[in-house]
T-cell receptor, first 110, second 115 residues
Framework: DAKTTQPPSMDCAEGRAANLPCNHSTISGNEYVYWYRQIHSQGPQYIIH???NNETNEMASLIITEDRKSSTLILPHATLRDTAVYYC???????????FGTGTQLKVEL | NAGVTQTPKFQVLKTGQSMTLQCAQDMNHNSMYWYRQDPGMGLRLIYYSASEGTTDKGEVPNGYNVSRLNKREFSLRLESAAPSQTSVYFCASSEGGGPRRIGYTFGSGTRLTVV
């Protein structure tokens, strides 16, 4: 699976959009970009995934660049409950084993 | 829906003791996984089971054994616990076989301390 690079930490004001970047320059054609988050010491929670088109669900939006070498997870109106570690993972499929990096610690503040 | 259930939630072991961590899922998922997470670090894969009857090593399998008892249950055994195995252990499941809309579902974790 391709390696990903994320900033170690980010801050965001409550109510504003949180944009979390991820670089995956070695991604191959059959690899998907997955995003998970881990709130405090709970188990990670699936957020969204995509191949090459932008995706949106009730939690977030995923923007993947045309060359697929980077992506951005967007939380449109961040709340305090969105404070968590966000993991960007590239893998060939949801059934295959996921490799977690250290992720981005997002802190949402008043 | 219960999702993925792990037992126990907390455990303290003495060095050399053995124990089994239990994991069960009620989503009819094919694949199950065991991860460990040390303080300040990401999750590392210990073992996984792509389907009932199969198991494979992950990134950090030494000191552990697993059993895929049936489609629902996947247990992790520490035969002789060591302080280096102090960690939070997460079990997860997925439909397997390719990208799926909901990805993995994780349990709430077992916090293990070996003294």
């Amino acid at each position: 699976d391709a390696k990903t690079t994320q900033p170690p930490s980010m801050d965001c004001a409550e109510g504003r959009a949180a944009n979390l970047p991820c670089n995956h320059s070695t991604i191959s054609g059959n690899e998907y970009v997955y995003w998970y988050r881990q709130i405090h010491s709970q188990g990670p929670q699936y957020i969204i995934h995509g191949l090459k088109n932008n995706e949106t669900n009730e939690m977030a939006s995923l923007i993947i660049t045309e060359d697929r070498k980077s992506s951005t997870l967007i939380l449109p109106h961040a709340t305090l409950r969105d404070t968590a570690v966000y993991y960007c993972i590239v893998t060939t499929g949801g059934g295959n084993k996921l490799t977690f990096g250290t992720g981005t610690q997002l802190k949402v503040e008043l | 829906n219960a999702g993925v259930t792990q037992t126990p939630k907390f455990q303290v072991l003495k060095t050399g003791q053995s124990m089994t961590l239990q994991c069960a899922q009620d989503m009819n998922h094919n694949s199950m996984y065991w991860y460990r997470q040390d303080p300040g670090m990401g999750l590392r894969l210990i073992y996984y089971s792509a389907s009932e009857g199969t198991t494979d090593k992950g990134e950090v399998p030494n000191g552990y054994n697993v059993s895929r008892l049936n489609k629902r249950e996947f247990s992790l055994r520490l035969e002789s616990a060591a302080p280096s195995q102090t960690s939070v252990y997460f079990c997860a499941s997925s439909e397997g076989g390719g990208p799926r809309r909901i990805g993995y579902t994780f349990g709430s974790g077992t916090r293990l301390t070996v003294v």
